[in-house]
């Protein structure tokens, strides 16, 4: 997430959209935040959104609510939208959230291809940019804000036994941060 943010230019007072709020999302709504951005998470889960709300996020927005999304474009649209999702719409979505000159941040992979209309892109001079694995010194930065306190990774431990149930919360968009599996159902081998 560090250099999907950095790559998409993120800075102090711009308005950056989150589309996902899970274990990508809930990292993205932390640095834009610590970069002085104002950040709006935009998920379908309530509970994700009241996540993002105790992390720093200045508004959460229902990613299916037509009327949520009118909103945030009357109010002026969104420097920065990073989609951590992995669902199609959320990219539709974001693309109509951009303000002018507006960075549309490639980050969750769909099983589908993205494809988006011409004049969209041209309408509004938009940019895309894609982001993958960050580098050295992003890991050290990263680091670095978790170190300081602006950064921390929300886990969940579950037993190994349990991989085919948390494969299947994580299809639904259900966990929250990230699961941690356990082998030998905790206890250490001597």
Same mark, same amino acid.
């Given at each position: 997430?560090?250099?999907?943010?950095?790559?998409?230019?993120?800075?102090?007072?711009?308005?950056?959209?989150?589309?996902?709020?899970? #274990?990508?999302?809930?990292?993205?709504?932390?640095?834009?935040?610590?970069?002085?951005?104002?950040?709006?998470?935009?998920?379908?889960?309530?509970?994700?959104?009241?996540?993002?709300?105790?992390? #720093?996020?200045v508004q959460t927005l229902n990613a299916g609510s037509a009327d949520d999304i009118k909103a945030l474009r009357k109010a002026g649209g969104v420097h920065v939208a990073v989609v951590t999702s992995?669902?199609?719409?959320?990219?539709?979505?974001?693309?109509?959230?951009?303000?002018?000159?507006?960075?549309?941040?490639?980050? #969750?992979?769909?099983?589908?291809?993205?494809?988006?209309?011409?004049?969209?892109?041209?309408?509004?001079?938009?940019?895309?940019?894609?982001?993958?694995?960050?580098?050295?010194?992003?890991?050290?930065?990263?680091?670095?804000?978790?170190?300081?306190?602006?950064?921390?990774?929300?886990?969940?431990?579950?037993?190994?036994?349990?991989?085919?149930?948390?494969?299947?919360?994580?299809?639904? #968009?259900?966990?929250?941060?990230?699961?941690?599996l356990r082998c030998c159902g905790g206890q250490h081998a001597h």
């Amino acid at each position: 997430m560090y250099r999907a943010l950095k790559r998409s230019g993120v800075t102090a007072g711009q308005k950056v959209a989150i589309f996902g709020v899970g #274990g990508l999302g809930h990292l993205a709504v932390q640095i834009a935040r610590a970069w002085g951005a104002e950040v709006i998470a935009l998920d379908l889960d309530p509970a994700k959104l009241a996540l993002a709300k105790d992390l #720093g996020a200045v508004q959460t927005l229902n990613a299916g609510s037509a009327d949520d999304i009118k909103a945030l474009r009357k109010a002026g649209g969104v420097h920065v939208a990073v989609v951590t999702s992995a669902a199609k719409a959320a990219y539709d979505t974001a693309l109509k959230c951009l303000r002018p000159d507006g960075v549309l941040s490639v980050v #969750g992979l769909p099983s589908e291809p993205l494809s988006f209309p011409a004049l969209n892109l041209v309408g509004i001079e938009a940019r895309i940019i894609a982001s993958s694995v960050g580098t050295r010194d992003d890991m050290r930065a990263v680091l670095q804000m978790a170190a300081e306190g602006q950064l921390r990774c929300i886990t969940e431990t579950r037993p190994l036994a349990e991989v085919n149930a948390v494969f299947e919360r994580m299809r639904r #968009g259900q966990i929250s941060g990230r699961v941690v599996l356990r082998c030998c159902g905790g206890q250490h081998a001597h």
